[in-house]
């Protein structure tokens, strides 16, 4: 196995060579369990939990499987059924046709809207089925924090006519960090603040549907957060793919665009993925002064 002389830094945390050995010694001795296991007796370990006091077992299991990557350890054979933490899933195209396909005209006449906070496994199906169908970007499990949110009309029935996820924010973005004013150590202790609207579907064609979607779930989105995370979040972040994207929408709903992605994943940190499409970077401040405050409050240059 290799030995690890330098200190790791994932999902904002650092961890010493030490924490790796003992990270070494856990997954050596304790045979038989299995890797989600692992990954919550290395966070009870170590004290590696969110704001509200709750293990961070999916980041350490991306951190887990970063260290088998690097020869660091080897962990015992996955059993999942489903796909991966981060893998995309699409399935196969509907043969009927949906009901939300014969929906038209004006945002107007279908307001207002339902927004539900996804909760139970029957709606968490639904989210993964219709995103894994008409997204292009199909389904994945994102890694952290994450809340995702079915949106209907009830006119003229109740059918879901949207979904919309937020989840752990970029690790770094330079266009964004250069906004708000932050140096590496201050996007460290403060990124926990922003949150990314990782997926937006829109099924059917209604006229200024998407904005009005985006402005209806952005109303709960802070006291939702805060109630799952116990983080108040200050800041909306998106990436819109410049090759497909205007990103009409995200501009009708008073996002801010602030510049381009180097053309990397949102997720590479050891610069691996240079083929990634460019992406216009665009941003929505849940508070007032959002890039002021969030200087201000964890550091950084003015």
Avoid at 105 to 121: H, N, R, W, Y
Avoid at 162 to 181: E, H, L, N, T, Y
Wanted: a positive charge; charged letters at 25%.
């Amino acid at each position: 196995m290799t030995t690890v002389r330098d200190k790791q830094r994932f999902c904002g945390r650092d961890f010493t060579p030490e924490e790796v050995s003992l990270i070494q010694e856990v997954v050596e001795t304790c045979g038989g369990i299995s890797r989600t296991e692992l990954s919550y007796t290395v966070c009870e370990l170590l004290n590696w939990r969110r704001a509200n006091g709750k293990l961070k077992g999916i980041e350490c299991l991306g951190f887990l499987e970063r260290l088998e990557g690097q020869g660091v350890l080897k962990l015992p054979r996955s059993q999942e059924t489903g796909p991966k933490k981060g893998t995309r899933r699409h399935s196969a195209p509907a043969e009927d046709t949906p009901s939300w396909s014969e929906l038209t005209g004006s945002v107007g006449a279908f307001l207002p809207l339902d927004v539900e906070l996804i909760k139970t496994v029957k709606q968490r199906g639904i989210f993964k089925e219709l995103i894994g169908r008409y997204h292009y970007l199909g389904y994945a499990m994102p890694f952290g924090a994450r809340l995702q949110y079915l949106v209907y009309v009830t006119r003229p029935q109740r059918q879901v006519v949207a979904c919309v996820q937020f989840s752990s924010p970029a690790w770094r973005m330079k266009a964004r960090d250069q906004w708000i004013g932050w140096d590496d150590m201050a996007r460290g202790r403060g990124l926990q603040q922003i949150v990314n609207n990782s997926r937006l579907l829109i099924l059917p064609k209604i006229r200024n549907l998407a904005s009005t979607v985006l402005s209806s779930v952005l109303k709960g989105l802070r006291k939702d957060w805060q109630d799952h995370y116990a983080v108040d979040p200050w800041l909306v972040e998106t990436l819109v793919d410049r090759a497909r994207f205007y990103g009409g929408c995200y501009r009708a709903a008073n996002f801010i665009v602030l510049g381009e992605t180097t053309g990397r994943g949102r997720m590479d940190r050891a610069h691996e993925r240079q083929e990634a499409n460019v992406k216009t970077v665009m941003v929505y401040p849940l508070i007032k002064h959002a890039a002021r405050r969030l200087r201000e409050a964890h550091g950084g240059f003015p």
